[in-house]
């Protein structure tokens, strides 16, 4: 690991081969000039000379997107419309910083060029832009000079300060319902809900205490204070559960400081404890309120993708489905060792809890690559679901109510990462995979389409590179952001047949090759059985000479993971293997 102009070998690290006397002499004394020229390839020197790269573009509910444009002159905020084959600065960035540093007495003294909003909408035909920065939000009218005023927080702290992690005093996190007018939280244990326009607080439950609290996100290393709940689609019922960690021994930790040590401790369990954490599943009816409580055992605190209840620290609750109309509720529960699945589905109204159907795997069960691929489909009783069974990850579709396996949907080499949109009405899957394209690096993404009955698959993102997607909510379109290790992201927005409809923008990376830059080198080695491909990258020293010889530092993080490399597409930096390489090793 390079830190600094320290070179510091972490586990996991190999050296081989020798050097030859015609290259660098063994115990080359390295000087303070060799550092500096390695440390100028860390990602905090390399990635403010790349700029129009597009990351996290985000849609609107008017079917636009905007997105960040990182500049030589800074940031730029560009609003994309696909119907339209239009794309524009989103507002005026120097009307709206002098309006915001004006609106805060200049305690906000906003640079136009350098504006970072997480979330920005907009109203009154564009005239007006909100924008949200930490806990502070504000509606700002462009249309004369500029005016921002600041909207109501309710006295919300903002989302990254430090307060009780295990659900003290107050939670800072919110989840707002659907049509925006209440925010659910927690309090002592317990969850209200907050009336967004008049800010009267309502208590939903009353039996909420320490360590047996409602909608906690505590279990183990990740720990929030949001909320952890799923609203229905009429925003009058919440799916959320009591957390159970009474029984659960506790970790302890010691911070490392100049000053007092402060003991930190909170519930943990370990591999082998008989009481690990448990959640009692709750429906809650928001305007009664009233808690109707799952008729079935306490469940285990996992999800189908990983060992926490919210596998994102907060930001969501995967394998919770609501039905269009809010009479049930479809969830699936995963054993402690992730070997067995169920798939149930729950009255709202009585807590009755049936078994669709489930699945027990001998090794491992995981429902998709970093989200789950199942969904349930109501209005015509059926249940997509994800599954390996035939050494793949495939697609598949039974009858929710006899819990039947239709038909499988996907087939052949490769593996299903991530549903992204499911059109019913013309019975279509759209989703991303991996592995299908011969003569392509099997990690690559690409964007297909396919019909429930498993028939007319599409690959719509033909390029051969990795494909990083963004489907608008209604699948009318998506945001392709595709690239390679070698070469810079090209951004294109396409209609659901494939067909680009909008270029967006092209990476610019003149500034970085300037700087000495090179690409690391794709390579493809076999494995210890003499037959198995693997797929990875080179790091050489921009000074590489093929005459001489190299130490290899091989770089592996030995674990059950898919592997080291990390993304596919394009980076300036990949952690600090170009500069361990300039220090004089060749690193794969």
Request: aromatic share 12%; with cysteine; charged share 25%.
């Given at each position: 690991m390079f830190v600094g102009k320290r070179?510091?070998?972490?586990?996991?690290?190999?050296?081989?081969?020798?050097?030859?006397?015609?290259?660098?002499?063994?115990?080359k004394q390295l000087t303070t000039e060799d550092y500096a020229r390695a440390e100028k390839f860390m990602a905090y020197n390399v990635n403010s000379l790349v700029y129009h790269g597009v990351a996290h573009p985000a849609w609107l509910?008017?079917?636009?997107?905007?997105?960040?444009?990182?500049?030589?002159?800074g940031l730029t905020y560009m609003l994309v419309d696909p119907a339209k084959g239009t794309k524009a600065p989103a507002f005026d960035q120097v009307k709206l910083a002098a309006a915001l540093t004006a609106a805060t007495n200049g305690s906000m003294k906003a640079d136009a060029h350098h504006l970072?909003?997480?979330?920005?909408?907009?109203?009154?035909?564009?005239?007006?832009?909100?924008?949200?920065?930490?806990?502070?939000?504000?509606?700002?009218?462009?249309?004369?000079?500029?005016?921002?005023?600041?909207v109501t927080s309710q006295n919300f702290p903002a989302a990254d300060e430090e307060e009780e992690p295990a659900g003290g005093r107050s939670h800072n996190g919110t989840d707002v319902s659907p049509d925006k007018k209440k925010a659910a939280f927690i309090r002592d244990w317990n969850l209200w809900v907050r009336d967004i326009a008049t800010g009267?607080?309502?208590q939903l439950t009353t039996d909420g205490v320490k360590d047996f609290g409602y909608a906690t996100d505590n279990a183990g290393w990740q720990m929030s204070n949001n909320p952890i709940l799923v609203w229905s689609p009429d925003s009058k019922k919440i799916a959320t559960f009591q957390q159970d960690q009474r029984k659960v021994g506790e970790m302890y930790l010691v911070p490392v400081t100049n000053g007092h040590p402060v003991l930190k401790a909170w519930k943990y369990p370990l591999v082998g404890d008989e009481n690990v954490t448990m959640i009692e599943r709750v429906i809650i009816d928001v305007d009664a309120p009233k808690v109707i409580r799952l008729k079935m055992p306490p469940d285990q605190h996992r999800s189908s993708l990983c060992d926490d209840i919210s596998c994102r620290g907060g930001s969501g609750w995967d394998d919770v489905q609501w039905s269009d109309d809010g009479t049930h509720l479809a969830f699936v529960s995963t054993s402690r060792?992730?070997?067995?699945?169920?798939?149930?589905?729950?009255?709202?109204?009585?807590g009755d809890v049936r078994d669709v159907m489930g699945e027990t795997t001998a090794k491992f069960?995981?429902?998709?690559?970093?989200?789950?691929?199942?969904?349930?489909?109501?209005?015509?009783?059926?249940?997509?679901?994800?599954?390996?069974?035939?050494?793949?990850?495939?697609?598949?579709?039974?009858?929710?109510?006899?819990?039947?396996?239709?038909?499988?949907i996907t087939h052949g080499d490769g593996n299903v990462t991530q549903v992204l949109h499911v059109d019913q009405n013309t019975r279509t899957i759209y989703f991303l995979a991996v592995g299908k394209e011969q003569g392509s690096d099997p990690y690559f993404s690409h964007y297909y389409s396919i019909h429930f009955d498993g028939k007319d698959m599409k690959?719509?993102?033909?390029?051969?590179a990795d494909h990083a997607i963004t489907s608008s909510p209604d699948g009318r379109y998506f945001i392709d952001v595709y690239s390679t290790v070698t070469q810079p992201q090209t951004t294109v927005v396409r209609d659901t047949n494939g067909k680009v409809v909008l270029d967006v923008a092209k990476q610019d990376i003149s500034k970085l090759l300037a700087a000495g830059w090179v690409p690391p080198v794709p390579i493809t080695v076999k494995a210890r059985d003499g037959k198995t491909d693997l797929y990875g990258f080179m790091f050489r020293p921009t000074n590489f000479d093929a005459s001489n010889k190299y130490p290899i530092v091989n770089n592996v993080y030995p674990g059950p993971q898919t592997g080291s490399c990390g993304g596919r597409g394009f980076a300036a930096a990949h952690r600090d293997m170009q500069s361990l390489a300039e220090l004089g090793f060749v690193v794969v």
């Open positions: 070179l510091v070998v972490v586990a996991g690290v190999a050296l081989g081969c020798c050097f030859a006397a015609n290259g660098m002499a063994q115990g509910e008017d079917g636009r997107f905007w997105y960040r444009d990182n500049g030589p002159d970072v909003f997480p979330e920005i909408s907009f109203a009154n035909g564009d005239r007006t832009v909100v924008v949200s920065s930490r806990s502070r939000k504000f509606n700002c009218d462009l249309s004369g000079k500029g005016v921002c005023t600041e009267k607080e309502t060792d992730h070997k067995q699945e169920w798939m149930r589905i729950a009255d709202v109204a009585t069960y995981e429902s998709g690559n970093d989200k789950v691929n199942w969904k349930y489909l109501s209005k015509t009783n059926e249940l997509l679901w994800f599954s390996e069974r035939d050494n793949w990850g495939q697609m598949y579709l039974y009858d929710a109510t006899t819990g039947k396996l239709k038909n499988q690959l719509l993102t033909p390029e051969n």
